[in-house]
């Protein structure tokens, strides 16, 4: 009896054992994209109480018929059937469609955006709140070392960024054209979704706050295996989002409508310089044409076995005048160049806790810092002079 008793007691520890490992979220190890490294979740202090919801004015959304456009593909683009767009619009025939028409989607609503100046004013005050500090660093890195923004460069930023503004840019939007190495949720998603702890950074807060939504966009113009040259190429476009013979990267812009195009690509292209080259400038002046500010970004790997593609988006950021983020030179200070077994892919940091020394040697981690660095300085020294 005493050992039926036993076994029942070892039985029922199990049974509780996995019962929770059942319960536990499914994120509780965060894997890395390529390499398969598991980071330990951390523990997260239990949430604060949510204030009470408040009513959101909307808004309800317009789509303009392009080139190419048919319904069926607009009611696949919003997820919403054709007969509701056809009674939505009093139309009877799904074929008759103009160029510049303009249909409402039913069932969608945006969010009404809070008067740019009421957003400025409030930031304002936590800018006031949290300064930026004199000096800002990195793993010892001075902020002016991976940050290169030239008198120059801020002149021909804020020349585009006017321009942004009479196109009908959103000044609260920035996107990325990039391989997997800037696919959500690796990259800069968790300043929208939470939790993180910016610690001696917390200056940062305001401009997470203002480009919120930015964050977690899943960008058209990232992909896996993504290469400079297709990103002009619309066979590597998203056909569930992209128009008919649209590329990935002015599907992007039409998208997502940004003022900020943050370009981090080279880890795909190996052995032909003068083709990345090509179409890294023709990203540049694409993006400059359509009135959304290029952010030059490197890479932390030498895939290719030098650092000839760093030193060919060092070249164009020089010969164009735009901000390089020299993310390179971070990666320089981290064990391994903060990479995971592939050599390619970072290291990940599930807990986007800036007070943890790892934070300091894991690639993402490092990468999503420095990018959130960057868009603070454009958004300080661009952005708000002109608003």
Not at 69 to 81: A, K, R, W
Not at 336 to 352: C, E, I, K, S, W
């Amino acid at each position: 009896m005493r050992k039926i008793f036993a076994v029942f007691l070892v039985l029922l520890a199990l049974a509780t054992v996995a019962f929770a490992l059942f319960r536990a979220p499914k994120d509780r190890e965060a894997r890395s994209a390529a390499g398969g490294i598991l980071t330990p979740l951390p523990s997260i202090p239990p949430p604060t109480a949510t204030p009470p919801a408040t009513a959101v004015p909307t808004e309800a959304v317009v789509h303009t018929v392009n080139a190419g456009d048919t319904l069926l593909g607009i009611s696949i683009q919003y997820d919403v059937d054709m007969d509701e767009i056809l009674q939505a619009n009093g139309m009877d025939d799904p074929d008759v469609l103009e160029i510049g028409q303009a249909l409402t989607i039913p069932g969608i609503v945006l969010p009404t955006a809070v008067p740019l100046e009421t957003l400025q004013a409030a930031i304002g005050e936590e800018i006031a709140a949290v300064p930026k500090p004199p000096y800002v660093a990195v793993n010892s890195v001075p902020e002016g070392n991976f940050i290169i923004f030239s008198d120059e460069a801020k002149a021909l930023a804020r020349e585009t960024y006017a321009r942004s503004q009479e196109l009908g840019r959103n000044p609260r939007a920035f996107t990325t054209a990039g391989d997997s190495t800037t696919e959500i949720p690796f990259f800069l998603a968790r300043f929208d979704e939470g939790p993180y702890n910016l610690g001696e950074y917390e200056y940062l807060q305001p401009v997470i706050d203002y480009f919120h939504g930015s964050f977690d966009h899943d960008s058209a113009s990232v992909r896996v295996g993504l290469h400079s040259w297709t990103l002009f190429d619309p066979t590597w476009a998203d056909k569930a989002r992209c128009q008919a013979n649209e590329a990935p990267l002015p599907c992007e812009i039409r998208l997502q409508n940004p003022a900020i195009l943050i370009i981090r690509l080279g880890s795909n292209d190996y052995g032909v310089p003068e083709l990345f080259d090509k179409s890294i400038r023709q990203a540049v002046e694409y993006a400059l044409e359509q009135g959304v500010i290029p952010v030059i970004g490197t890479k932390g790997d030498r895939g290719e076995g030098s650092d000839n593609n760093n030193e060919i988006l060092r070249q164009i950021a020089a010969d164009y005048d735009l901000m390089l983020w020299d993310y390179d030179v971070v990666a320089g200070t981290m064990p391994g160049r903060g990479l995971d077994q592939d050599n390619v892919h970072m290291t990940t940091f599930y807990a986007h806790d800036y007070t943890l020394p790892e934070a300091f040697t894991r690639g993402h981690a490092m990468h999503n810092l420095t990018a959130l660095m960057v868009l603070d300085t454009i958004w300080k020294e661009v952005i708000l002079p002109q608003n």
